[in-house]
C-alpha cells in the first residue's frame, strides 16, 4: 500500500506497532529520538511513524524495554561473531 505522502504505510495499528518496536531494536536512537510514536493517516487510511508528539506507550512498557535491549544484545553479538 502506498500513500501520497511517501511515507512508509503500515495496514493495521498493530502491525504499525510492532514495526515501531523493530525499528527501535534495529536502530540506535537516544531517548526520545527516531520514530516515537505512530497514528493513523486520514490520506490512506493506513499507519505512518511519527518523531514528534509523545511516546508511545508500547515504548514505555517494561516488557518491551526487555525485549528491545534483549534484541539488540543479541544483534550486537551476531555482528561480532560474523
Known sequence: MT???NKRTYLSKEQA???LIEHHIHF???????????Y???????????SKGPVAG???SGEVK???TR????????????
Open 17 to 19: 506497532e510492532e514495526a
Open 71 to 82: 534484541e539488540k544484545l543479541a544483534r550486537d553479538w551476531e555482528r561480532k561473531l560474523r
Open 58 to 60: 508500547i515504548l514505555k
Open 40 to 50: 493513523p493517516c486520514g490520506l490512506c487510511n493506513g499507519w505512518h511513524f511519527t
Open 28 to 38: 540506535d536512537h537516544s531517548e526520545g529520538q527516531g520514530p516515537v510514536n505512530f
Open 66 to 68: 526487555k525485549r528491545i
Open 3 to 5: 500513500c501520497i505522502s
